[in-house]
């Protein structure tokens, strides 16, 4: 009973011991490009494209994106140790009634989930007043429509982001 018992965990922990998997990419990143210091650049990972991307300035005026590009990408899901729990009643008409409990783990690994499809944006914005972006980014905000009138159109605000040094 005691071989079977450490056969058991070493199993169990031989299952258990998998490599770490890389973080997820940001879903999003925002900034000013390196070549360019008047362009914001707007990268965004979502099921739906970006179909359009704005900076608002505070006095109204808005800068159109001149340039969205996007890539469609799949993105593996964890996998993690698919375990199971089970509960059974078992009965019979000279046997009596019996019951049964149980904890299942994979020996060889579960078939990883399917991965997921997403969209890969990226937006470039020109900013056509530094003098007046730097004096008050901090009240400019960004504004992307993410989907298209078929699926699911909606905008999402974020702030803008902080300008390059001068």
Known sequence: MRRFL???LLVLAACAE????PPPAPPMTVGF??????????????????????LLAPDGRSF?????S?????????PGIAAGVGMGVFGGSANGISSG?????????????????VVQSHALIHVEDMAAYRAGWQQ???RLRM???????????FPAPRPPEA
């Open 6 to 8: 450490a056969l058991a």
């Open 18 to 21: 998998q490599a770490p998997s």
């Open 33 to 54: 490009a390196a070549d360019m210091p008047d362009v914001i650049q707007v990268s965004m990972i979502d099921r739906q494209p970006v179909e359009q991307a704005t």
């Open 64 to 68: 159109v994106a001149y340039q969205i």
């Open 70 to 78: 996007r890539d469609q990408i799949a993105v593996a899901q964890d």
């Open 101 to 117: 409990f149980g904890i299942g783990f994979p020996l060889f690994g579960s078939p990883p989930p399917p991965a997921v499809p």
């Open 140 to 142: 400019w905000k960004l």
């Open 147 to 157: 989907g298209s009138p078929e699926t699911t159109e909606h905008d999402v605000e």
